[in-house]
T-cell receptor, first 114, second 109 residues
Framework: KAGVTQTPRYLIKTRGQQVTLSCSPI?????VSWYQQTPGQGLQFLFEYFSETQRNKGNFPGRFSGRQFSNSRSEMNVSTLELGDSALYLCASSPGLALYNEQFFGPGTRLTVL | DAKTTQPPSMDCAEGRAANLPCNHSTISGNEYVYWYRQIHSQGPQYIIHGLKNNETNEMASLIITEDRKSSTLILPHATLRDTAVYYCIVSVRDDKIIFGKGTRLHILP
């Protein structure tokens, strides 16, 4: 069974631009969660989608948004990029809600904002 | 804030058992304890989870105290490939997964 895939793997943007990251979960998994990882803050939860609905959201500004499609694939969008948004963005899928299931992580998208 | 407390770093000799502690004193009755690890530049990898009974799989053992306020992850025969950051996670009431800072485990040859 194929693992979680994320595209693109690397991205360079400039301040003020917007970016869309994509995540394809493991087949059959209905939950997709997104995390931001930086050296200073560690792994921080962004949001979780389950059956196309955002189930919960971490403490991030409204510039961070996401969605999930009927095939469980998910995208996250960051608008008006800031230098501090430079990070590794990880997505994880699980068969059911992340609270009660093992999460499988993708390799991440490394975003650099210049 | 993370609901777990872990030492920031630990050393273990190769071939010996690595015992990684985690305190979760405010855990509630229906919250699971999960362990993940992250090897440099890779996404986190699930290791094991448990509710109140000790658990064992091909990677590790999880020992949870009777009062459930702490747990220990045991890697029975550590190898250099086990060098990673280990995260102990307890699900939180507002349904957000919080990873915390984890323990950086160094396996010494």
């Amino acid at each position: 069974k194929a693992g979680v895939t994320q595209t693109p793997r690397y991205l360079i943007k400039t301040r003020g631009q917007q970016v869309t990251l994509s995540c394809s979960p493991i087949s059959g998994h209905r939950s997709v969660s997104w995390y931001q990882q930086t050296p200073g803050q560690g792994l921080q939860f962004l949001f979780e989608y389950f059956s196309e609905t955002q189930r919960n959201k971490g403490n991030f500004p409204g510039r961070f948004s996401g969605r999930q499609f009927s095939n469980s694939r998910s995208e996250m969008n960051v608008s008006t990029l800031e230098l501090g948004d430079s990070a590794l963005y990880l997505c994880a899928s699980s068969p059911g809600l992340a609270l009660y299931n093992e999460q499988f992580f993708g390799p991440g998208t490394r975003l650099t904002v210049l | 804030d993370a609901k777990t407390t872990q030492p920031p770093s630990m050393d273990c000799a190769e071939g010996r058992a690595a015992n990684l502690p985690c305190n979760h004193s405010t855990i509630s009755g229906n919250e699971y304890v999960y362990w993940y690890r992250q090897i440099h530049s890779q996404g986190p990898q699930y290791i094991i989870h448990g509710l109140k009974n000790n658990e064992t799989n091909e990677m590790a053992s999880l020992i949870i105290t009777e009062d459930r306020k702490s747990s220990t992850l045991i890697l029975p025969h550590a190898t250099l490939r086990d060098t990673a950051v280990y995260y102990c996670i307890v699900s939180v009431r507002d349904d957000k997964i919080i990873f915390g800072k984890g323990t950086r485990l160094h396996i010494l040859p």
